[in-house]
């Protein structure tokens, strides 16, 4: 079992920066990949970012240049840096670790960008 835990969202001005954080707790030996996903209603939930054991990174054509996803490993805590966030970056955001053979999430954090 994992435990994912989010924290970071909130309220920003578009042009403004967060940083998500996500705190993993339990069998972490087991965990492969970790990333951010995000979600608005009535859409499906989309990849913003992954990060592997080994610290290769991918992401998402519409965060690229914009976004750092980064892991303490003695902290067991993966980051998401958001910078020149956009209006349409609001959703809810979602820690994922994917191991073999679950898939685990976290429960979510708003961020809401205002024009």
């Known amino acids: 079992q994992v435990q994912l835990v989010e924290s970071g969202g909130g309220l920003v001005q578009a042009g403004g920066s967060l940083r998500l954080s996500c705190a993993a707790s339990g069998s972490i030996f087991s965990i492969h990949v970790m990333g951010w996903y995000r979600q608005t209603p009535g859409k499906q939930r989309e990849l913003v970012a992954t990060?592997?054991?080994?610290?290769?990174?991918n992401y998402a054509d519409s965060v690229k240049g914009r976004s750092t996803i980064s892991r303490d490993n003695a902290k067991n805590t993966v980051y998401l840096q958001m910078n020149s966030l956009k209006p349409e970056d609001t959703a809810v955001y979602y820690c994922?670790?994917?191991?073999?053979?679950?898939?685990?999430w976290g429960q979510g954090t708003q961020v809401t960008v205002s024009s």
């Open positions: 994922n670790a994917f191991t073999v053979p679950l898939v685990y």
């Open positions: 990060i592997t054991s080994g610290g290769i990174t």
